[in-house]
């Protein structure tokens, strides 16, 4: 109690021998888990440099990014690289804690050593500041983005849903007809934005007379929603479940991390104090007796 604690604990055995070794141990693993999702993180980030035109990267320049020695076109996202080698290094260091407490009698002092868990907690909080300076370096440009979108069939899916949700056409039959909108428009070159409200039309009704000849074979969707489902915003923003992209949700999400985040704090903040009026206490008896 007079070095902070709440409360001794009450199996003296775990507190002197399993604990010190559990504890770094489960803070390695905690900070490993962190670090694969930031390699994760990167790596898809990092794709983005081997497209000709890509919409994410770093803002060029400080120690962001820095101009290939063999192709002055190039910039190499320097930044990103030297993050992802932090993750590897916390990676690392799980496996290092994992060692050190691995095949040993109860109560030794390896997995305890002071000095070698602050340099894997010195290694996370590394990777932690410069991942932050990873986001913040981002630079993303929606138009580029949207264009990536539009280039391929990835709205198609929408289409099946919204002929199964609002007009309720079954699921299977409304997907092989997507699919057989897209194979006709990668056949003929065209892409979602230009694709004819008469093609769709036509294709519909060759799907529902030959797999489904019992409704009607008339497109139920109109030209306008049919236009609005092939727009990916409008996806996003019509995707309105829970921890769905939607903006709002997104929103919703972010607001609930940082008042997790802000409680979080607190009572780091009040063990902090607490902690340090016990040693200040101390101190100022053991004075007392001197």
């Not at 010195?122 to 993303?140: E, H, N, P, T, Y």
């Not at 992209?245 to 802000?262: G, K, S, W, Y």
């Not at 009040?270 to 101190?283: S, V």
């Amino acid at each position: 109690m007079r070095l902070g604690f709440p409360a001794p604990r009450r199996n003296a055995f775990d507190a002197t021998c399993m604990s010190p070794a559990d504890m770094p141990f489960e803070l390695a693993s905690i900070n490993a888990s962190a670090a694969l999702h930031v390699g994760s993180f990167i790596s898809d980030v990092m794709v983005q440099y081997a497209q000709p035109r890509p919409w994410i990267l770093l803002q060029e320049g400080g120690e962001n990014t820095y101009v290939s020695s063999a192709m002055p076109q190039k910039r190499n996202p320097g930044l990103m690289n030297n993050c992802r080698a932090d993750a590897s290094d916390v990676v690392g260091e799980m496996a290092a804690a994992a060692a050190r407490i691995h095949n040993l009698v109860p109560g030794m002092v390896d997995g305890k050593n002071v000095a070698k868990n602050g340099r894997m907690m010195d290694a996370a909080v590394g990777m932690f500041s410069r991942f932050l300076k990873v986001l913040c370096a981002l630079r993303i440009n929606p138009d580029r983005a949207l264009e990536e979108l539009n280039s391929d069939w990835t709205a198609s899916q929408e289409i099946a849903d919204r002929l199964m949700k609002d007009h309720g056409l079954p699921f299977r039959i409304g997907h092989h007809m997507a699919s057989r909108m897209v194979s006709w428009a990668r056949a003929n070159n065209v892409l979602p934005l230009d694709f004819p409200y008469a093609q769709m039309q036509a294709i519909y009704r060759e799907e529902i007379e030959e797999e489904f000849p019992e409704t009607d074979p008339v497109l139920p969707m109109s030209e306008t929603e049919f236009k609005d489902a092939l727009d990916p915003r409008k996806i996003i923003e019509n995707r309105r479940t829970a921890g769905s992209a939607a903006p709002a949700e997104v929103d919703a999400m972010i607001r609930e991390d940082r008042a997790a985040l802000a409680q979080l704090s607190a009572v780091t903040a009040e063990a902090e104090k607490r902690t340090n009026d016990a040693l200040a206490a101390l101190e100022a008896e053991f004075k007392h007796f001197l």
